[in-house]
């Protein structure tokens, strides 16, 4: 009698137990160094999170809900694996019906792109230095000069630049150490009298391999290192 009722309790254990199993799973993710600003039941912040194996320029989408035992810092790029549980009822209706709980960091590294988070003035573009257009006043003339800028914003990987006549955006990657690609911007059309810094601006995108931040300048080389733009942070 006593055999059988413990062969009952474990088989009592072992269903209860794989009732757990079936009911949780485990996962991959990358998190952005940044949280987005989200609507959920109202204003919140969202983490940007990929389920790739590698990260994927413009792929993160927004996750709504909190990660259980993840001491999350902005600034670095976190490769975690994750538990996920199906939550008991009765579960609130404006609450997810989901429980997600940090098992193991896999990666934490400072992401590089927020360093170049900033807007820049350019220095120089191939043979142009300190290049600057006349403002647009209107019907006004001015001999006042605005300087050509560049705005890039690290956690979306995209940048938007006035090249004078016309503006410029697009986005752009990194690879490991300091590498950057920028990918074929959108520009607008316009035609004006002085366009030979927009096309220089146009000729040395695409041949900018790497970048180097210091002392307040950015720095963009081709791919034996000669610097084909500078920038100058304003902020």
Same mark, same amino acid.
């Given at each position: 009698?006593?055999?059988? #009722?413990?062969? %009952?309790? #474990? @088989?009592?254990?072992?269903?209860?137990?794989?009732?757990?199993?079936?009911?949780?799973? =485990? /996962? =991959?993710?990358?998190?952005?160094?940044?949280?987005?600003? !989200?609507?959920?039941?109202?204003?919140? @912040?969202?983490?940007q999170?990929?389920?790739?194996?590698?990260?994927?320029?413009?792929?993160?989408?927004?996750?709504?809900?909190?990660?259980?035992?993840?001491?999350?810092?902005?600034?670095?790029?976190?490769?975690?694996?994750?538990e996920?549980?199906?939550?008991?009822? +009765?579960?609130?209706?404006?609450?997810?019906?989901?429980?997600?709980?940090?098992? $193991?960091?896999?990666?934490?590294?400072?992401?590089?792109? #927020?360093?170049?988070?900033?807007?820049?003035?350019?220095?120089?573009?191939?043979?142009?230095?300190?290049?600057?257009?006349?403002?647009? #006043?209107?019907?006004? @003339?001015? $001999?006042?000069?605005?300087? %050509?800028? %560049?705005?890039?914003?690290?956690?979306?990987? =995209?940048?938007?630049?006035?090249?004078? !006549?016309?503006?410029?955006?697009?986005?752009? @990657?990194?690879?490991?150490?300091?590498?950057?690609?920028?990918?074929?911007?959108?520009? =607008?059309?316009?035609?004006? +009298?002085?366009?030979e810094?927009?096309?220089?601006?146009?000729?040395?995108?695409?041949?900018?391999?790497? %970048? /180097?931040?210091?002392?307040?300048?950015?720095?963009?080389?081709? $791919?034996?290192?000669?610097?084909?733009?500078?920038?100058?942070?304003?902020?």
């Open positions: 009698m006593k055999l059988l #009722l413990l062969l %009952f309790n #474990l @088989t009592i254990l072992a269903a209860s137990s794989c009732n757990k199993e079936d009911k949780s799973q =485990t /996962e =991959t993710w990358w998190v952005n160094s940044a949280r987005m600003d !989200c609507v959920g039941a109202g204003p919140m @912040t969202c983490f999170i990929q389920k790739s194996d590698e990260i994927e320029s413009g792929k993160w989408e927004l996750f709504y809900d909190e990660i259980q035992g993840f001491d999350y810092q902005p600034g670095y790029l976190y490769q975690i694996r994750i996920i549980l199906k939550k008991s009822e +009765p579960i609130p209706a404006d609450a997810s019906s989901m429980t997600f709980k940090l098992i $193991e960091v896999l990666q934490k590294k400072a992401d590089q792109r #927020l360093a170049l988070t900033n807007i820049w003035k350019i220095l120089h573009v191939g043979k142009f230095n300190n290049p600057t257009s006349v403002m647009n #006043l209107g019907s006004l @003339t001015s $001999e006042n000069r605005s300087p %050509f800028v %560049f705005q890039f914003d690290g956690a979306l990987s =995209t940048y938007f630049g006035d090249t004078g !006549c016309n503006t410029v955006r697009g986005s752009f @990657t990194l690879s490991d150490g300091n590498g950057i690609l920028f990918g074929k911007g959108a520009s =607008t059309m316009k035609a004006c +009298p002085d366009m810094v927009e096309l220089e601006i146009q000729k040395v995108l695409p041949r900018i391999r790497s %970048f /180097e931040i210091e002392n307040g300048r950015l720095y963009l080389r081709d $791919e034996g290192g000669q610097i084909l733009m500078s920038f100058q942070a304003v902020d």
